[in-house]
């Protein structure tokens, strides 16, 4: 599957569209083609404050647009520049709840010279979904988002 869709990505990446349109066609594409993909996002760095803003997402829309920096998952990838994959959310003192729904999730960091920006974050109401696969997916996705950052 991951396979599959690498050449896809890269094809979006390649198009003339602006970074906002190419990484929601990701999104879409991600949690169409994923069945144990139920929400993607990415969060960025807001300027030089430490929070993270949302930004292009598919699946349902979610209270949480700002994260201080250390707060969530999100938060904790911000300053840690480490995936994070959390297998049974339930199980996470430091977690921020979107949905009841979910009982997975992954972020994985994105770099641009170097520096974490932002984030891929995957939620899943799959328990335990996420294996090495979508991890170097994942990184494969944030290397080819960053080359139009
Ligand atoms: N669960 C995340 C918050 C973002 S939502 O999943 C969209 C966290 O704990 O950081």
Redesign the pocket.
Known sequence: MFNALRPRVSSIIETNNSPETIMQKICDLLKSEVPHYD?V?F?FKNGDKQELN?GP?AGAP?D?TT?PFG??????VAESNENFVVPD?KA?D?????SIT?KA?I?VPLFVNGENIGQI?I?SNTPDPFTQEDERFLEFVNEEVAKIL
């Open positions: 929400w996002g969060y949302l997402y979610t949480h994260i707060k969530g998952i999100c938060g904790q959310v996470q430091n977690y921020i709840a979107c979910v999730e972020v974050d939620d």
